[in-house]
C-alpha cells in the first residue's frame, strides 16, 4: 500500500491508551457534525471520536464481551456485535438504554458483523 498517514489516535489528552484491539469505525453524520466509532474487543467499549480526534464519549455494558461489527443507524444511535455474549445491540445515543434485538433465542451465536439498510430499515 501506498499513502500518507494524516492522522493517528492512539492515546486521549491524559496519554492514556484509547483502544486494544479496535475492531468497526462507522462515520455517523448527526446534529453536531460528522463523528467516528470504534469498537473495541480488547476494552469491551465502544468510543466516540470527533473527526479531530478527540474523545467525545465511551460506551460500556456489563453483558459485553468482544465487540466486533458497529454500524450506526441514525440519531446517535447505534448497533453493535456483542461477539462473546451472542448478541445484537442497539445503544442509545446517550449510551444509557442498550436493547437486545437478537440472541441465542433467534439462533445468534458468536456474532461478527451486520450491515443495516437505512432506506429500508432493515438490520441484515
Given at each position: 500500500?501506498?499513502?500518507?498517514?494524516?492522522?493517528?489516535?492512539?492515546?486521549?489528552?491524559?496519554?492514556?491508551?484509547?483502544?486494544?484491539?479496535?475492531?468497526?469505525?462507522?462515520?455517523?453524520?448527526?446534529?453536531?457534525?460528522?463523528?467516528?466509532?470504534?469498537?473495541?474487543?480488547?476494552?469491551?467499549?465502544i468510543t466516540k471520536l470527533s473527526?479531530?480526534?478527540?474523545?467525545?464519549?465511551?460506551?460500556?455494558?456489563?453483558?459485553?464481551?468482544?465487540?466486533?461489527?458497529?454500524?450506526?443507524?441514525?440519531?446517535g444511535q447505534f448497533i453493535v456485535?456483542?461477539?462473546?455474549?451472542?448478541?445484537?445491540?442497539?445503544?442509545?445515543?446517550?449510551?444509557?438504554?442498550?436493547?437486545?434485538?437478537?440472541?441465542?433465542?433467534?439462533?445468534?451465536?458468536?456474532?461478527?458483523?451486520?450491515?443495516?439498510?437505512?432506506?429500508?430499515?432493515?438490520?441484515?
Amino acid at each position: 500500500m501506498t499513502g500518507k498517514v494524516l492522522k493517528s489516535i492512539m492515546t486521549d489528552i491524559n496519554e492514556v491508551e484509547l483502544f486494544k484491539f479496535p475492531r468497526y469505525l462507522p462515520i455517523s453524520v448527526e446534529q453536531t457534525g460528522e463523528v467516528l466509532y470504534v469498537s473495541d474487543d480488547g476494552t469491551n467499549t465502544i468510543t466516540k471520536l470527533s473527526m479531530e480526534g478527540d474523545m467525545l464519549a465511551t460506551y460500556t455494558h456489563k453483558s459485553w464481551r468482544g465487540m466486533h461489527g458497529l454500524t450506526c443507524v441514525g440519531d446517535g444511535q447505534f448497533i453493535v456485535c456483542n461477539y462473546g455474549g451472542h448478541t445484537v445491540d442497539k445503544v442509545s445515543e446517550d449510551g444509557r438504554k442498550v436493547t437486545t434485538l437478537l440472541n441465542t433465542t433467534y439462533g445468534i451465536t458468536y456474532t461478527w458483523s451486520l450491515c443495516y439498510y437505512a432506506s429500508k430499515e432493515t438490520l441484515c
